[in-house]
């Protein structure tokens, strides 16, 4: 685990832990075997301590600060314990989706995108419509029902001593928030999985992974809470009604599932043969209409209706052209290897991420980030010549 300095309820940070490890080491291995044997979760590490970081707008108002949940160090250790063989049996018994691209080994951003622009394109060159729905959850992980959460993994094997070791995971949780030095009273956690955690994030996708079942027309990507869907079909009209009605039983199961579907921050994006902007599309899911978008940021790249990734590229030269002015400066003082490591942290990121979809494009639209690359990488290689 990373040395992270972030202190928990007892003020102990990772870093102190990793340094005292082998004097602990013991003690930690009584207590880790003796939860797993006996199915329960020590109450002591279920205490978080929550501090809200400012985001934007109003400082008074405080929606406008992100809670960032610290939890006890040894039950981060404890809960990546349990998920090596949690793990290993939901891949032994493909339990989730492939759907599902979120927290698991091997399925990156990278391949949820191509997966979603392949079948795009493919879609284009048979000369079909596709709709593109970016669904919007409020509060997905903070609004998970435990007791429906236990029925979905008992339903997927997870039984007995594994199981009640979850149950007492999520049972009993408490938080208080600390703000400048003074902390609120402990209060109960009732509902969601807990932020900040190891183990939160695989139960999360393990409670929308029957999501997959509502629809058998529409394509789901999930990536964590991040939802899309996707449908084609040859006429346009009757695509809009069939995404109107598979969207509303999709709908449902939100709300039987006691997660919010946010219908007016829902966006649509309309790919294919059509008449472009000037067509006009209603569609209404109870009663709200979603908006049509021609653009939109999707795990980090920004996506048109006609895939030219333009957008994106703009996006990135913005990026690059303050990553190198950083470079610039630097190379003054810094020496080859500083230099690298700076371009390698500012510059190759933008361009490595996602390379396999938008490297296959026109020499004459990638033409302007060469040469941002170029200049980048004469930044460092002026300076090991001089």
């Not at 405080?62 to 314990?81: A, C, D, G």
């Not at 039983?249 to 649509?268: A, H, R």
Request: net charge positive; glycine share 6%; aromatic share 10%.
């Amino acid at each position: 685990m990373k040395g992270k300095l972030s202190t928990n309820v007892n003020g102990i940070d990772m870093a102190l832990v990793k340094t005292v490890i082998s004097g602990i080491l013991k003690p930690l291995e009584y207590i880790f075997n003796s939860s797993f044997q006996t199915g329960s979760f020590p109450n002591q590490m279920k205490i978080a301590k929550v501090i809200p970081l400012y985001k934007t707008g109003n400082k008074h108002h405080f929606t406008n600060y992100r809670p960032v949940s610290m939890l006890p160090q040894l039950s981060k250790i404890l809960e990546k314990m349990f998920i090596a063989r949690l793990n290993s049996f939901i891949e032994k018994h493909n339990i989730l989706d492939e759907g599902q691209y979120g927290f698991r080994s091997n399925r990156s951003t990278s391949l949820a995108l191509m997966n979603v622009i392949e079948n795009i394109t493919n879609a284009i060159d048979n000369k079909k419509n596709v709709i593109w729905v970016f669904i919007d959850i409020k509060k997905s992980f903070h609004t998970i029902n435990h007791g429906m959460l236990m029925n979905k993994l008992e339903r997927y094997g997870i039984r007995w001593l594994v199981l009640d070791w979850i149950r007492s995971y999520l049972r009993n949780r408490k938080q208080f928030v600390k703000v400048e030095g003074a902390c609120s009273q402990c209060l109960d956690i009732v509902c969601g999985v807990p932020q900040g955690s190891v183990l939160g994030p695989i139960l999360f996708i393990l409670y929308i992974n029957d999501s997959f079942q509502v629809s058998k027309k529409l394509r789901l990507v999930l990536f964590a809470d991040d939802t899309n869907v996707c449908c084609d079909g040859d006429n346009l009209q009757q695509l809009i009604e069939i995404v109107k009605k598979e969207m509303e039983k999709l709908k449902l199961w939100f709300d039987v599932n006691k997660l919010s579907l946010n219908l007016s921050k829902t966006k649509m994006m309309l790919f294919g043969h059509h008449k472009g902007k000037n067509i006009n599309i209603d569609m209404h899911i109870n009663g709200v209409k979603l908006e049509r978008i021609y653009e939109n940021k999707f795990l980090g790249v920004i996506i048109d209706d006609k895939l030219t990734w333009k957008a994106h590229i703009s996006y990135i030269q913005a990026k690059l052209s303050r990553s190198i002015s950083v470079l610039n400066k630097a190379k003054l003082v810094l020496d080859h290897k500083s230099l690298r490591m700076l371009y390698c942290t500012l510059v190759l990121p933008y361009f490595s991420y996602c390379v396999k979809v938008l490297g296959n494009n026109y020499k004459t639209t990638l033409h302007s980030l060469s040469l941002l690359q170029k200049r980048a990488k004469g930044n460092y290689t002026q300076t090991q010549l001089s």
